[in-house]
């Protein structure tokens, strides 16, 4: 926590997606990062949604352990940049985030790590008008399919009507 109550890296969550500054981090001043801690149990998952109106140089998704280390990448999937990652047809990109591979594209292995950090990374070479928006939904591995076709429809109908949300039941945050 911070001195003033809040987390500055909100857990199962993201922080609205946002440009690198010295108060994030610093960083390339075109990139756009947004980050979170993921806390998992071993039958839990999150679904990760994220909507990319521009399209970056490079996009990539990252776990790692609470120390900013990398997890062991060379025999798990636990990072995805926008070339290994599959696009839905309604271009967004929807990754999972679990302990174990739920048989759907986009899966991150979290290595048995329990409690991690999350970052997506867009790089872009010039500042973007629109940035990117991201959406996650913590649910049980066994559910991981019923939220990716609730969050695929859900983006479908905002695409139909603007003020269409997505109506799935379960905690759902978007920025």
């Known amino acids: 926590m911070n001195g003033d109550g809040k987390r500055f890296m909100p857990r199962n969550d993201f922080n609205a997606p946002n440009a690198a500054t010295l108060a994030t981090g610093g960083g390339q001043s075109t990139n756009v990062y947004a980050g979170g801690v993921y806390e998992l ?19 990539g998704f990252h776990l790692a352990n609470l120390w900013g280390e990398s997890l062991d990448y060379a025999n798990h999937q636990s990072s995805l940049n926008a070339f290994q990652s599959e696009r839905d047809a309604d271009g967004a990109f929807r990754y999972v985030v679990a302990h174990r591979d739920p048989g759907v594209a986009n899966w991150l292995d979290t290595t048995g790590v329990p409690v991690g950090f999350m970052t ?14 991201v959406v996650v939904v913590k649910t049980d591995v066994a559910d991981v399919r019923r939220h990716l076709a609730c969050l695929y429809a859900g983006g479908a109908r905002a ?17």
């Not at 149990?41 to 996009?59: C, F, M, N, S, T």
């Not at 997506?120 to 928006?133: G, H, L």
């Not at 695409?159 to 920025?175: H, L, V």
């Open 120 to 133: 997506f990374r867009w790089t872009y070479a010039e500042a973007p008008d629109d940035v990117p928006t």
């Open 41 to 59: 149990g071993p039958d839990e998952a999150l679904v990760v949604e994220a909507h990319v109106p521009i399209a970056p140089l490079y996009q």
């Open 159 to 175: 695409r139909r009507s603007a003020s269409a949300k997505p109506t799935c039941s379960g905690a759902i945050r978007q920025y």
